[in-house]
């Protein structure tokens, strides 16, 4: 991929940033700035360079419309917080409002344009209603820089279209990210292992298929772990359980076993008379969940096993809570892994999401991890060893 290096002086210039500053809210507070605070070295690379800073990115799903729940307003003030100068936010996107601002910025200035998600060419299937909105976007700089990792698997106006009108390149973030997503599934330091968890084993189908031939350990934990029991012929009670995909896990356990795989499952899980945070809850074995009760988190001693199992790996990733980690009483699974990821002498990746949020939640220091992924969907995609279009249209 190109870097910001391959763009040349930068002096004077004005530079698009596609960001991703996705964040969730609590009305207009925001709850989690990860993903602002990780946006923050590219774009004060660039302002050091002596460009003028253009921010474009998504905040939920508007439908293709403006609606003011889902205005980037909040992102903008926290970027001005973290950067410690002013953010100028457009009205819109690529109308009257956001060619006066950018008509008035100078050089070390940022402003920031409208969710790009108001403006329904931005994730057409049609190839000319995306390069429309890309050429206007593209009519306000002199050059592209992406950095919105969570996007990079969308074939998307601000994503792909843009970065084939401009000269183009990879921010800090996006590097980092492919650095280190490619350093745990390329040739991977030995033992390397995997712990997948999650509402929904469907999710990883192909993350699955491809690790089989790649990992030397599967840690299975969160709700997809049912499917892997009932495959097994474990009654999972009112457990998550994907039926349709039983057959699917029951060939994977035997690919697992053909190529010499780990798939680690819980020994013991917590579960609960309802999905409540107060609900009754007791331990019990995997293989004797009761009727009625549903698993919300893989058990203490599972804790313990998936940790040993995590100590002396020398790769770890891990993508999918292990557990309902917002209620505290089904924390302790997604606890156990996070505090083994840190305490293994190995390089260590969270896979992004909910994965990144309960790191977060659940106070863990995020320095002791090598590295969090901004980006749930891009993430999973590259452990699927798929091609992801925003990254493709960045190569030479």
């Known amino acids: ?110 402003a920031m344009l409208e969710n790009v998600r108001y403006d329904a060419r931005e994730t057409s299937k049609a190839d000319e209603e995306r390069e429309a909105l890309a050429a206007q976007l593209a009519s306000f700089a002199d050059a592209f820089v992406s950095d919105g990792f969570g996007v990079v698997h969308r074939k998307q106006a601000s994503v792909y279209d843009v970065a084939k009108l401009l000269p183009a390149a990879a921010g800090l973030l ?87 795989v780990e798939i680690v ?28 009760w549903m698993g919300l988190d893989i058990g203490p001693e599972a804790g313990k096993a998936f940790a040993a199992k995590i100590a002396d790996a020398k790769t770890i990733v891990w993508n999918g809570p292990m557990g309902v980690f917002e209620f505290d009483a089904f924390a302790a699974g997604t606890k156990a892994v996070a505090q083994a990821m840190i305490d293994a002498d190995g390089f260590s990746v969270v896979g992004g999401g909910d994965s990144a949020a309960a790191v977060r939640r659940l106070g863990f220091d995020e320095a002791g991890f090598s590295h969090i992924s901004t980006g749930g969907g891009a993430s999973l995609e590259l452990l699927e060893g798929k091609v992801l279009p925003g990254l493709s249209v960045l190569e030479d």
Do not use: W
């Open 265 to 292: 499952l819980p020994e013991d899980i917590e579960v609960a008379s309802a999905f409540a945070a107060d609900a009754e809850h007791r331990t019990v074995a995997a293989s004797e969940i009761p009727d009625g």
């Open 174 to 260: 996006v590097q980092k990210e492919v650095e280190s997503l490619s350093r745990a599934t390329t040739d991977p330091e030995r033992p390397y292992a995997v712990v997948l968890g999650g509402s929904k084993v469907s999710d990883k189908l192909l993350v699955i298929e491809n690790l089989l031939g790649k990992a030397d350990r599967l840690l299975i934990g969160g709700g997809m772990v049912f499917t892997f029991l009932a495959a097994k012929g474990h009654d999972v009670g009112s457990s998550l359980l994907e039926a349709d995909q039983i057959d699917k896990v029951k060939g994977y356990l035997q690919t697992a076993e053909d190529n010499g």
């Open 1 to 110: 991929m190109k870097t910001i290096d391959a763009l040349g002086d930068l002096t004077g210039k004005k530079v698009l940033v596609r960001s991703d500053l996705n964040v969730p809210l609590d009305g207009t507070t925001i709850t989690d700035d990860g993903r602002v605070r990780a946006s923050v070295p590219t774009i004060q690379r660039l302002l050091d360079a002596g460009a003028a800073v253009i921010v474009t990115a998504h905040l939920g799903r508007p439908g293709g419309e403006p609606k003011p729940e889902y205005s980037l307003a909040p992102a903008a003030a926290r970027l001005a917080e973290l950067l410690g100068r002013p953010v100028t936010l457009a009205e819109d996107l690529v109308g009257e409002s956001a060619q006066e601002t950018v008509a008035a910025l100078e050089p070390g200035q940022v």
